[in-house]
């Protein structure tokens, strides 16, 4: 998916809004932040946790596992759906290193829209690939 300078402005502010929240470590936001394939996602937080959305409105699409603070300075890898775990992660670089492993196929750049937009704009382009082969 392409997306233009202001899809990335829009991903970018996510990214400023879940730094300046306070709710989600710092280690674990630069390590998810330096991660280019993470960075081009839709950040948003809950419960203290990090996600990851493939679109920049709400509701916030649920197919990329998310990370949860856990004892110390571990982490907890769980999802996509909340009743799914992936795993204990030690650092922060672990826990980024199990969701880039686990990201939908094609996912990323975050598409400008919400889910429901984004479902559309994905049944379109299959549609198109499916006339073209």
Not at 23 to 43: D, G, I, K, N, S
Request: proline share 8%; with cysteine.
């Amino acid at each position: 998916m392409n997306r233009d300078a202001s899809g990335d402005a829009v991903v970018e502010a996510g990214w400023q809004a879940v730094r300046d929240d306070g709710r989600v470590r710092v280690e674990l936001l630069e390590a998810a932040y330096a991660e280019p394939r993470l960075r081009e996602l839709f950040p948003w937080t809950g419960m203290g946790e990090l996600h990851f959305s493939r679109c920049t409105e709400k509701r916030w699409t649920w197919d990329i596992p998310y990370i949860q603070p856990a004892a110390g300075d571990t982490y907890w890898v769980s999802g996509p759906p909340r009743t799914e775990t992936v795993g204990p992660a030690t650092t922060a670089q672990e826990a980024i290193t199990m969701v880039v492993e686990l990201l939908p196929p094609s996912c990323g750049p975050a598409f400008l829209g919400t889910p429901e937009e984004l479902a559309a704009h994905e049944a379109t382009t299959r549609e198109q690939q499916t006339d073209e082969g």
